[in-house]
């Protein structure tokens, strides 16, 4: 798999975008960048390549000492969000240096990773889309229950990772071939087709599509 590098942002919310032949398109606006380079991993010294990113200025007070040592000697920062895009090549990079939108264009394909909602302990037919039982035919009380999780003779246990009632959300999710609309470098916006996993202002990262 080819390894690229990405740029940290933001989701502020979504809008539409009209093409030119009157069609409506959803789109996500996302605030992406300029991201710092605040540290440069190299085969030789760390065993892979990789470039470290630092986005949205944080106030010194608020950063310990080792993390306040890390950001100094790369003469930039603190940042809010530091992350690391593992590269195949290091090379017209370094520490201090910025990587903006300009890594993309209008009408690429992008991977977006990002934080999904948290929606708390949710059921089976909320969590996993069960059907639930049927709504007549002497079914009482038991119409969202999700059923049998297990038999008496065999396997005498219920398997792990068996779909149950749980925590619903608040997960990293990748969602795949998204592709970019429009580019604003100016603001350092990017609109990105349809929704996105995350809340207002939840972190994202932007890469290439890795399976086009």
């Not at 798999?1 to 606006?29: C, H, N, W, Y």
């Not at 950063?63 to 890390?70: D, Q, T």
């Given at each position: 798999?080819?390894?690229?590098?990405?740029?940290?942002?933001?989701?502020?919310?979504?809008?539409?975008?009209?093409?030119?032949?009157?069609?409506?398109?959803?789109?996500?606006?996302?605030?992406?960048?300029?991201?710092?380079?605040?540290?440069?991993?190299?085969?030789?010294?760390?065993?892979?390549?990789?470039?470290?990113?630092?986005?949205?200025?944080?106030n010194s007070k608020r950063?310990?000492?080792?993390?306040?040592?890390?950001f100094k000697k790369a003469g930039a920062g603190p940042f809010e969000f530091v992350k690391e895009f593992r590269v195949e090549s290091v090379e017209g990079f370094e520490s201090g240096g910025e990587v903006t939108?300009?890594?993309?264009?209008?009408?690429?394909?992008?991977?977006?990773?990002?934080?999904?909602?948290?929606?708390?302990?949710?059921?089976?037919?909320?969590?996993?889309?069960?059907?639930?039982?049927?709504g007549s035919h002497g079914t009482h009380e038991y119409f969202r229950h999700g059923g049998s999780v297990g038999a008496n003779t065999y396997p005498h246990h219920v398997f792990k990772g068996h779909r149950m009632p749980g925590h619903y959300g608040n997960q990293r999710v990748t969602i795949q071939n998204i592709k970019v609309l429009d580019i604003k470098e100016d603001q350092n916006l990017i609109l990105l087709q349809g929704g996105i996993p995350g809340s207002r202002h939840g972190l994202i990262l932007i890469r290439s599509a890795t399976k086009r």
């Open positions: 798999m080819k390894r690229t590098l990405g740029i940290i942002g933001r989701k502020l919310g979504m809008t539409q975008v009209f093409r030119e032949d009157g069609s409506v398109v959803p789109a996500t606006v996302v605030e992406a960048g300029p991201c710092t380079v605040v540290q440069k991993k190299t085969k030789e010294k760390d065993g892979y390549d990789a470039l470290q990113l630092g986005f949205l200025p944080k950063v310990n000492k080792p993390l306040s040592g890390h939108l300009t890594l993309f264009k209008a009408g690429d394909i992008v991977d977006i990773t990002g934080l999904s909602k948290g929606r708390g302990f949710a059921g089976v037919v909320k969590r996993h889309g069960f059907h639930g039982s049927p």
